[in-house]
């Protein structure tokens, strides 16, 4: 009798779940999402070797006590890899949330208040993406400086306006709605009314390009560190470490297992930011529905 009624209480767990988070490929992104949180939390639990400690056969091939082999200087790779997710994983969350903070209200600006305010700042954008992204950021970092932090503020400088012009179009459609001019009618500021009547209405596609936006900052991160300008030695950045694979191309190792990671990373990323996304538009979600039927 237990069984029995267990077993339906966990159905209707599953069933309260929307149709798009049950498929296949969002279950894996989100468990592989999970995994590499964990991963870099507990990195100093995990790693069998100290990442910087010179102590192991140079070169040494995947194998008992160095699963992933050794680079060039003795380190044990694996160890290498699961201390760059404390670096890699944190630096580009912090990335995109600035990103999205920086952007998100300069597009509420731009379009909320028009005018020479919009002008300026879709102008600024305009700048911006007159350049390629990654030369850009080059620029930038060579300009500042090669460190991780400048390589950060580079990305940031490229990434911004994506989210600007996004905020300002989805701004522009509801600044003229009737709730939003009911409350400029009674009296409410102009800043209330970004805050209280606008941004929570604009909030779910920006999450959506942000959650998407993770897997593009991660791969413009790590390759500012391939090229030199990100992460110096010996920190264990995933970008860094596929550049010091290319020195060894033949030991195919030192640069295949950062690169999974970063692969891996940014595919969880994409599948999770897809499923938001079909989540929240009520037309995907009620076409998932129906095939799931």
Known sequence: ?????????????????PEAWRRPLAIAGGVVAIAWILIALA???LAPHDPLAQELPRLAPPGPGHWFGTDQLGRDILSRVLYGA??????TLLLVALSVLIGGLLGACAGYFGKWVDETIMRLADLV???PTIILAMVVAA????SLGNAVLAVLVVAWPAYARVTRGLVLGIREREFVVSGRLLGFSAWRSLRVDVLPNVTGPVMVLATLDIGTALLLLSGLSFLGLGAKPPSPEWGAMVASGVEVFDSWWVATFPGLAILTVVLAFNFLGDTL??????????AIKERAI
């Open 43 to 45: 990195a100093p639990v």
């Open 143 to 146: 300009a500042l400086g090669a």
């Open 1 to 17: 009798m237990r069984r029995r009624q267990t077993a339906p209480r966990t159905g209707g767990l599953l069933r309260r779940l």
């Open 129 to 131: 993406f007159a350049f």
């Open 86 to 91: 404390r670096v890699s994983i944190p630096l």
């Open 277 to 286: 996304r079909d989540a929240l538009d009520p037309r995907t979600a009620r």
